[in-house]
């Protein structure tokens, strides 16, 4: 483990502990991560999008606050963590951009090149949401590795570093896992009931 990623490691556990300052050192340390892979994603939103990269950003930071307790044991962790957060965030603005919107035409917003088929302005991140909630029954380390990948922003040796893997097992999970999510939201295969 690097030395950032055991410093940050160590003030998590700080601040889990109840030392409120520890999560003061914490931010400035991922933020500037953070922000990139915000406006990464906002970046391709439509115009007049509501969703900031700041927003999304403190809306992060809020939603880590209240799982204080959470225990990480790791940077990895931390950050795989913060991926579910984000996508959470997504999906909601998602949800709640689909019932003010509803009939009307939307242009197409791309998660990602990976994922272009898929819009995250729409309800299409709502059936990505559920299809990656059926695939981490099946197999939770895929849906970890592709969110810390996509929805985290991390480069495949980034995403390898927080996970512990391979690059070569990161870049199969990755494959697997679009390709299962392809099928899934395109209808190549039926809908458990």
Same mark, same amino acid.
């Given at each position: 483990?690097?030395?950032?990623?055991?410093?940050?490691?160590?003030?998590?556990?700080?601040? $889990?502990?109840?030392?409120? #300052? /520890?999560?003061?050192?914490? +931010?400035?340390?991922?933020?500037?991560? @953070?922000?990139? %892979? !915000?406006?990464?994603?906002?970046?391709?939103?439509?115009?007049?999008?509501?969703?900031?990269?700041?927003?999304?950003?403190?809306?992060?930071?809020?939603?880590?606050?209240?799982?204080?307790?959470?225990?990480?044991?790791?940077?990895?962790?931390?950050?795989?963590?913060?991926?579910?957060?984000?996508? $959470?965030?997504?999906?909601? #603005? /998602?949800?709640?951009?689909? +019932?003010?919107?509803?009939?009307?035409? @939307?242009?197409? %917003? !791309?998660?990602?090149?990976?994922?272009?088929?898929?819009?995250?302005?729409?309800?299409?991140?709502?059936?990505?949401?559920?299809?990656?909630?059926?695939?981490?029954?099946?197999?939770?380390?895929?849906?970890?590795?592709?969110?810390?990948?996509?929805?985290?922003?991390?480069?495949?040796?980034?995403?390898?570093?927080?996970?512990?893997?391979?690059?070569?097992?990161?870049?199969?999970?990755?494959?697997?896992? @679009?390709?299962?999510?392809?099928?899934?939201?395109?209808?190549?295969?039926?809908?458990?009931?």
């Amino acid at each position: 483990m690097s030395t950032e990623g055991e410093k940050i490691t160590q003030l998590l556990e700080e601040w $889990r502990l109840g030392d409120q #300052s /520890a999560f003061d050192r914490i +931010a400035p340390a991922v933020l500037d991560h @953070l922000r990139e %892979v !915000a406006r990464a994603y906002l970046t391709r939103e439509r115009p007049g999008h509501t969703l900031q990269a700041t927003a999304l950003v403190n809306e992060v930071f809020l939603r880590l606050i209240d799982s204080q307790r959470v225990r990480y044991s790791s940077r990895a962790h931390f950050y795989a963590f913060a991926a579910k957060l984000m996508r $959470r965030i997504l999906v909601d #603005s /998602a949800r709640s951009g689909a +019932a003010r919107k509803r009939g009307s035409s @939307l242009e197409r %917003v !791309a998660l990602a090149p990976e994922l272009a088929w898929v819009d995250a302005a729409s309800e299409e991140m709502l059936d990505l949401d559920l299809a990656l909630a059926e695939l981490a029954g099946l197999d939770p380390q895929k849906v970890q590795t592709l969110e810390i990948r996509f929805f985290l922003g991390a480069t495949s040796e980034e995403t390898a570093d927080l996970t512990g893997q391979s690059r070569a097992k990161v870049d199969r999970d990755i494959k697997f896992a @679009l390709s299962w999510l392809h099928r899934r939201l395109r209808g190549s295969f039926p809908v458990k009931t």
